[in-house]
């Protein structure tokens, strides 16, 4: 059974930097896509970054140079570096796993097949 785990959320002031994980237990964790989502209240969920599984970086234009994500395929694990915190930036982040997306169809959360709990991000003023 495919688990995601995601850790690392809290509460951080503006211009901090938080790091989030997310264990992944899928068996061919080096063939997937992996992406981080994030929802606000009363927003819709928008997608933030993602990983392809030959190591392509894709970056949502508000996180973009703020955010870097990076996998450990030895660990099945991904990670989403964010540093210069806003307060647009608090929301539920989720990771997620996808097998066959390419290019753009990273971003599109509807290509995911798999989906962790989130993990809560507050940054305060």
């Known amino acids: 059974q495919v688990q995601l785990v995601e850790s690392g959320g809290g509460l951080v002031q503006v211009g901090g930097s938080l790091t989030l994980s997310c264990t992944a237990s899928?068996?061919?964790?080096?063939?997937?896509?992996m992406g981080w989502f994030r929802q606000a209240p009363g927003k819709e969920r928008e997608f933030v970054s993602a990983?392809?599984?030959?190591?392509?970086?894709h970056y949502a234009y508000s996180v973009k140079g703020r955010f870097t994500i990076s996998r450990d395929n030895d660990k099945n694990m991904v990670y989403l570096q964010m540093n210069n915190l806003e307060p647009g930036d608090t929301a539920v982040y989720y990771c997620?796993?996808?097998?066959?997306?390419?290019?753009?169809?990273?971003?599109?959360?509807?290509?995911?097949?798999?989906w962790g709990q989130g993990t809560q991000v507050t940054v305060s003023s």
């Open positions: 997620a796993a996808d097998y066959d997306a390419v290019g753009r169809e990273l971003e599109d959360g509807t290509e995911y097949d798999y």
């Open positions: 899928i068996n061919d964790f080096i063939n997937h896509n």
């Open positions: 990983i392809s599984w030959g190591g392509g970086f």
